[in-house]
């Protein structure tokens, strides 16, 4: 068993660094005949063009401002659920509001995206007054739903996991329940709490199918109204795109740089928040 075990995790590193292998490899083809300056500072994505003309900004822009949006959404009804499920619910409450966020996990991102189609769409639309909903703030609510539950239950964990004899010696000095949740356990738990937002961040920066469908999908820097402007994000340019493109091509290697981008992105924040789970528990 020993040995099994062993086998399976040698081949899932092996696995990981083959895809880091092929991935970066058909990407060095886009940068022998197009500029790393002229890829990430480029402000058009035009892939129809002639020239044909591949500047990251605009997809950068749309996945910041799609993400940063789900953050703003996500983060302070995530935390909140977290400290009512640890801190306040009654053992009845916690035992269903518990599964029901682990449920909530479990929807397919190509549901929401249809429901934020059908339901969500209109409502941006008729709210704003605007030509389409497809907006970043769409994509903003509906990746902030998806994101909720990793927020929630990592910061749930980590409120939890606080020492019983903090909370003790908080109510022995004097302090209610609501001053010892916000001026010890609150802090307590801050790296948790910290990486819960940074793994959400990383689901929202990830998702592709729901942002396809609700953002409108344009390959441009939006205005001051960002939030009300459609965008495209990196993902979702790998998915539309990656399918119709000429394999060998020039847009082909393109769209595997983009990959990169998006994988260093990503891998850089898990690095982030695994580095501050690693904190937390040490703190604990």
Not at 75 to 101: C, N, Q, R, W
Not at 204 to 230: C, H, K, Q, R, W
Request: charge should be neutral; proline fraction near 5%.
């Amino acid at each position: 068993m020993k040995s099994l075990f062993f086998i399976g995790g040698i081949g899932t590193i092996l696995i990981l660094l083959l895809i880091c292998v092929f991935l970066f490899s058909e990407a060095s083809n886009f940068f022998k005949t197009y500029g790393l300056i002229d890829f990430l500072a480029g402000s058009a994505w035009k892939p129809g063009m002639h020239p044909e003309l591949f500047g990251l900004l605009p997809l950068l822009f749309g996945t910041a401002a799609v993400t940063l949006g789900a953050i703003i959404l996500a983060v302070p009804i995530g935390i909140l659920s977290a400290i009512y499920i640890a801190e306040l619910a009654g053992p009845k409450t916690a035992e269903i509001l518990k599964p029901s966020v682990e449920l909530l996990a479990g929807i397919p991102s190509v549901v929401l995206g249809f429901l934020g189609m059908a339901l969500l769409v209109p409502i941006i639309q008729r709210t704003f007054d605007l030509t389409t909903g497809q907006t970043a703030l769409t994509g903003s609510v509906i990746l902030g739903i998806m994101a909720l539950p990793t927020i929630i239950s990592v910061s749930e964990d980590a409120i939890s996991s606080v020492p019983l004899p903090l909370r003790n010696g908080s109510f022995a000095l004097g302090a209610n329940h609501w001053q010892t949740i916000y001026k010890v356990v609150i802090p307590a738990a801050f790296s948790g709490i910290s990486a819960s937002v940074i793994l959400g961040m990383g689901r929202a920066i990830g998702e592709t199918m729901a942002v396809m469908m609700v953002t409108g999908n344009m390959a441009i820097i939006p205005g001051s109204d960002v939030f009300l402007s459609s965008v495209r994000t990196i993902t979702a340019t790998i998915a539309l795109e990656m399918g119709e493109v000429a394999r060998g091509t020039e847009h082909y290697y393109a769209l595997f740089a983009v990959g990169v981008i998006l994988f260093i992105m990503t891998f850089c924040i898990n690095l982030i928040a695994d580095a501050v789970k690693r904190r937390h528990q040490l703190e604990v």
